[in-house]
C-alpha cells in the first residue's frame, strides 16, 4: 500500500493550524505541522498529534444508540431517526415549540456542518429555548462589540508583529493558543515582537505561562477587572491622554463617557482589583505613549458578573489611545467568506438588538438569539406553560461543563426525551435516550467559517477528508437536515441532496430574488457545506463575483491552494466595517452605562479570603480530549494549585488531597503548590469528572479528575450578557 500526504486544518482549538497527516491505506502514519501553511507555517501543538488517537479511538461512537430498560443499544440510522420521530414530535405538537430545547456547544464552532446548518434544525423547532456556549465564554465581548460597533462578530485582534507594546488581560495564549484572536504559534510571534524591542505585560492572578514569557506580570484580584479598567479610562481624560487620531469624527459619545467615568479615579479603584492607583495611571500612560499598542482581553475577564463592562473598557481604551483600527493596534480581520460585517451597505446598519425574548423562569433577556445555558436546569425543572421536556444537545456537555453541573445531569435525567448529537457516550450524552454520532475530524472536509474573522492575518485555507467516510455513516450536516425535515413533519428518509436544494434554494430567493436561479446554477453540482462557501467565497470581499471579478476567489481556487491562499496584513476597516444605525463607534451604550451603579455597589462587597480560578492546560480540550492517549499520558492534570504561604495556613502539602467546597457542593482535589498563583486565589481547571456512571470513557475514567462545574452557582451572571460568572468564586479548603 502506498503512503499519501493530506494537508488538514485542525479543529481542536481557535488557532487553525494545518497539518501534514501522512497515511497508509486507513492508517495515520504521522502528524506534524505543515510548513507550507501559509497562516501557520508549521506550528503544532500535542492536541494537533492526537488527531491520530482520536480517530483511532475505540470509545468513539461510530454507530446511533438507543436507550433501551436503561441501555443503549446500537441501532441503525432509520431506527434511530424513527425512535426520534416516534418520541420527540409528540413534544413538539402537543406542548408547542418552546417545550423542546436545544444546546450546541463548542465543537461546532470549528465544524463548518453544525455551524452552517444548525439554524435550519432551530428555525424548524422554532422554540425560544436555544442554549450554547458561548455564554460560558465570550457572549460579554460580543454584546460589548455589537453595541459598539452594529455587529456581534466584529471583535478586534491585537496586530502584535507590528505592535511594540500589549498588555493581555485575563488570557493565557501560550497555552489556550489564542481565543477571540486566531494565532497559531503566540510564542514564536511574542519572541519575535520582544527581540524587536516589543514590551509584553500580563495582568493575571497567576503568573501563567504567557506571563513567565513577558515582560511584567500584574497580579489582579480575580473578577477586579472592572475597577481598574474604569482607574485606566478615568485616567486618560484626567490627564488629558485621549487621543482619537484616525477615528475622530467616527466616535459617538465621547463626552458622556467622560462624564460617567468621573467617579471612578484609579485611587478609588486600587482596592476592588488590588492594583495600586500609580499602577494603573502608568498602565494608561504606557498606552497613550505607545504609537503602536493595544489591550487584548478574553476569558478571564468575561466569566466575571461585569463582563461586558469588562468587554466594552477595553474597546474603549484601545480607542481612546488611537490604537483601534491602527496599524500594531488592535484590528478587524476581513474574512474571506461567511462575515456579516463584509455584507450589506457598508458603514451603516441596523445595529444588534437583545431581549426580543425572556428566559421563562428568571426572566433573563435572549442575547444573539439564545439564552444563558445556565438557566437550562430551571427551565427544565420549573413546572408550568412553556416547561421544557425534550432536549437536543449538539456536540455540547454541559454535565462538566456548566455551572452547577450535578442539577443539570439531574434536570436532564427528568425530560422526558433528550437526543444528543455527540461522537461519545460521556457525562452529559449518557443521559439521552437517542446518540447520533458524527465523523472523525479526519472523514470531514474543513473550512473555518468563525475563525478568520477572528485571525492575526488575514487568509483563505481549506481542507479535504484525509480518509473516506465510513459507509452509511451521513455527515453532520445532513443529519441536522434530516432532522429539520423530521421536525416540521416531512418526509426525513428521501434524498438529503434534495432536502438541500431547497433550502439553499429558498435562502437564496430571500437574499437575492430574481438572481437566486442563476446563482444557484452557478454553483451546482456543489453540495451541502461545500455549495454555501463557494457562494459565501464568490460574493465575499475578494470574491469572483460570478465572474465580474474573474481574478477574484471561488472554492475552486481555495481547494486548488495547497496549503491556504494568504490575504496580507490586516489593514484599517473603519468606517466601512461599522452597522450602527449611527453609522458611528457607539462609545457610550446606554445599556452599559446603566451597569455601572453596580459597580459602585461591588466595590463595598467584602473580598473573599479564598477565591477560586480556572486554568488551562496544553494537554487537554475543554471536557472532552482526556481520552486520547498523547494527551492522557503524563503528571496528574486536575490539580488544586495553592501558593505555599496559604497551604501552609491551610495545613495542604504538594500531593496531598484537599477538600474544596462552596454552598453549592464539594471536591476532593489533589493538590498542587505553586508561588506563580496570587496569595487567596485557587486554581483548578475545568472539563474533568469522567468518573459518572454510565460514561464509556475507558482511558479517562482511569484518572477522571474532579468537576470544577460542580462548585460553580448557576445563578451567577452577568446580566447583560447571560454569561455564567467561573471565575473568583469564594471557596473554603480543608485537607483531607
Ligand atoms: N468552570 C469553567 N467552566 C467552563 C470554562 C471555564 O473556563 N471554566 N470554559 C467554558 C468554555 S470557554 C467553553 S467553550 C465551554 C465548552 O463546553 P462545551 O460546549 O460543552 O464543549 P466541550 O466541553 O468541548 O464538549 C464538547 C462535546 O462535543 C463532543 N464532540 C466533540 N467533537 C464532536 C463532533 O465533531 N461532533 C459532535 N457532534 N460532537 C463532538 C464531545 O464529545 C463533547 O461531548 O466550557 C466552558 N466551561
Ligand atoms: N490547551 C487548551 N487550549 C484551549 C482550551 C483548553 O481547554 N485547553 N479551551 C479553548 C477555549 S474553549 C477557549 S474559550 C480558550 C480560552 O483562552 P484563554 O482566554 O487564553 O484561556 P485561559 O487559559 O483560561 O486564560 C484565562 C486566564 O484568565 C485568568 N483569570 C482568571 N480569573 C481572572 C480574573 O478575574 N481577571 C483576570 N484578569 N484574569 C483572570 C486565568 O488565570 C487564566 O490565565 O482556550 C481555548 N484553547
Ligand atoms: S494549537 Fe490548536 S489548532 Fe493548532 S494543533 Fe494545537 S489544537 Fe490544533
Ligand atoms: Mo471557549
Redesign the pocket.
Known amino acids: 500500500m502506498s503512503q499519501q500526504s493530506h494537508y488538514r486544518i485542525c ?1 481542536l482549538c481557535e488557532a487553525c493550524c494545518g497539518l501534514e497527516i501522512r497515511s497508509e491505506g486507513q492508517r495515520v502514519l504521522s502528524i506534524r505541522g505543515a510548513e507550507n501553511d501559509v497562516f501557520s507555517t508549521g506550528f503544532i501543538c500535542p492536541k494537533g498529534i492526537s488527531l491520530k488517537d ?1 480517530h483511532e479511538d475505540p470509545d468513539r461512537l461510530r454507530q446511533p444508540l438507543i436507550k433501551r430498560a436503561g441501555k443503549f443499544v446500537p441501532a441503525s440510522w432509520d431506527e434511530a431517526f424513527e425512535e426520534v420521530e416516534r418520541r420527540l414530535l409528540p413534544i413538539l405538537r402537543e406542548q408547542g415549540p418552546d417545550a423542546v430545547a436545544a ?9 463548518i456542518g ?1 455551524l452552517a446548518y444548525f439554524p435550519k434544525l432551530a428555525r424548524a423547532l422554532g422554540t425560544r429555548n436555544i442554549f ?3 455564554t ?3 457572549m460579554p465581548k460580543q454584546l460589548s462589540s455589537g453595541l459598539m460597533y452594529g455587529h456581534w462578530l466584529s471583535i478586534a485582534v491585537p496586530d502584535l508583529p507590528r505592535s511594540d507594546l500589549l498588555i493581555i488581560l485575563g488570557a493565557n495564549p501560550l497555552v489556550s493558543n489564542g ?1 477571540l484572536w486566531t494565532v497559531p504559534d503566540y510564542r514564536g510571534k511574542a519572541r519575535a515582537m520582544r527581540e524587536r524591542g516589543g514590551r509584553i505585560i500580563v495582568i493575571d492572578p497567576r503568573k501563567t505561562e504567557t506571563a513567565h514569557a513577558a515582560d511584567e506580570h500584574l497580579p489582579i484580584r480575580p473578577g477586579g477587572d472592572v475597577f481598574l479598567l474604569l482607574g485606566m479610562v478615568h485616567t486618560l481624560f484626567d490627564e488629558g491622554l485621549v487621543r482619537l487620531k484616525h477615528l475622530a469624527g467616527h466616535v459617538k459619545g465621547l463626552e458622556t463617557l467622560r462624564e460617567a467615568v468621573l467617579a471612578y479615579p484609579p485611587e478609588r479603584m486600587a482596592s476592588g482589583c488590588a492594583i495600586p492607583a500609580e499602577t494603573q495611571r502608568r498602565l494608561a500612560r504606557e498606552l497613550a505613549a505607545t504609537e503602536r499598542a493595544s489591550l487584548y482581553a478574553r ?1 478571564g475577564s468575561c ?1 466575571q458578573r461585569f463582563g461586558t463592562l469588562n468587554s466594552w473598557l477595553v474597546d474603549v481604551i484601545n480607542i481612546l489611545t488611537g490604537h483601534l483600527d491602527a496599524i500594531g493596534g488592535a484590528m478587524f480581520p476581513k474574512a474571506a467568506a461567511f462575515a456579516a460585517n463584509t455584507q450589506g451597505r457598508p458603514g451603516v446598519g441596523k445595529g444588534i438588538s437583545t431581549g426580543r425574548r425572556r428566559s421563562r423562569v428568571s426572566q433573563a433577556p435572549e442575547v444573539f438569539g439564545e439564552l444563558p445555558i445556565s438557566c437550562l436546569a430551571e427551565e427544565i425543572e420549573t413546572p408550568g406553560p412553556g416547561q421544557v421536556r425534550a432536549l437536543i ?6 454535565v ?4 452547577n453541573g450535578p442539577r443539570i445531569a439531574r434536570a436532564l435525567d427528568s425530560l422526558d426525551f433528550m437526543l ?5 457516550l ?4 449518557r443521559h439521552a435516550d437517542v446518540i ?6 479526519l472523514e ?1 472536509l474543513h473550512y473555518d467559517l468563525a475563525f478568520p474573522q477572528l485571525s492575526w492575518r488575514n487568509q483563505a485555507r481549506y481542507s479535504g477528508p484525509v480518509f473516506d467516510k465510513p459507509a452509511g455513516q451521513p455527515e ?1 450536516w445532513q443529519t441536522l437536515l434530516r432532522l429539520a425535515a423530521l421536525l416540521e413533519g416531512r418526509d426525513w428518509r428521501g434524498d438529503v441532496n434534495a432536502l438541500d436544494d431547497e433550502a439553499i434554494a429558498s435562502d437564496l430567493q430571500v437574499r437575492m430574488a430574481e438572481q437566486a436561479g442563476a446563482v444557484l446554477a452557478a454553483l451546482a453540482p456543489l453540495r451541502g457545506p461545500e455549495r454555501l462557501l463557494d457562494l459565501a467565497l464568490r460574493s465575499g470581499p475578494y470574491g469572483d463575483q460570478f465572474g465580474r471579478r474573474p481574478e477574484g476567489l471561488n472554492l475552486a481556487k481555495v481547494k486548488a491552494a495547497a496549503a491556504g491562499i494568504d490575504l496580507g496584513e490586516l489593514q484599517p476597516r473603519i468606517p466601512e466595517l461599522l452597522r450602527t444605525p449611527s453609522g458611528q463607534i457607539e462609545l457610550a451604550p446606554q445599556q452599559l452605562l446603566d451597569d455601572l451603579p453596580a459597580v459602585d455597589a461591588a466595590l463595598a462587597l467584602p473580598l473573599p479570603a479564598m477565591s477560586l480560578i ?3 492546560d496544553m494537554r487537554s ?5 482526556h481520552n486520547l492517549p498523547v494527551l492522557a499520558k503524563g503528571p496528574v492534570r486536575c490539580t488544586l494549585l495553592v501558593h505555599p504561604d496559604d497551604a501552609a495556613g491551610l495545613g495542604l502539602r504538594e500531593g496531598g488531597r484537599a477538600c474544596v467546597s462552596t454552598a453549592q457542593g464539594e471536591l476532593s482535589v489533589e493538590v498542587g503548590l505553586s508561588a506563580d498563583l496570587m496569595r487567596g486565589v485557587l486554581s483548578l ?3 474533568w469528572g469522567h468518573d459518572l456512571p454510565g460514561v464509556q470513557l475507558a482511558l479517562a475514567r482511569q484518572r477522571p479528575g474532579a468537576n ?2 460542580a462548585l ?1 452557582d448557576d445563578r451567577a451572571r452577568d446580566p447583560l450578557s447571560g454569561n ?1 460568572v ?2 473568583g468564586v469564594a471557596v473554603s479548603v480543608r485537607p483531607l
Open positions: 479543529p482520536l444546546c450546541i456547544g463548542n465543537p461546532a464552532a470549528h465544524k453544525l450554547s456556549a458561548s460560558l465564554d465570550q481565543s476569558i466569566t444537545a449538539i456536540a455540547s456537555n454541559p462538566l461543563s456548566a455551572p444528543s448529537l455527540d461522537i461519545y460521556n457525562e452529559t450524552s447520533l454520532p458524527g465523523l472523525s475530524p470531514e453532520e480556572g486554568r488551562r480540550g475543554n471536557s472532552w480530549m481547571p475545568h472539563g470544577l462545574n460553580l455564567s467561573l471565575s
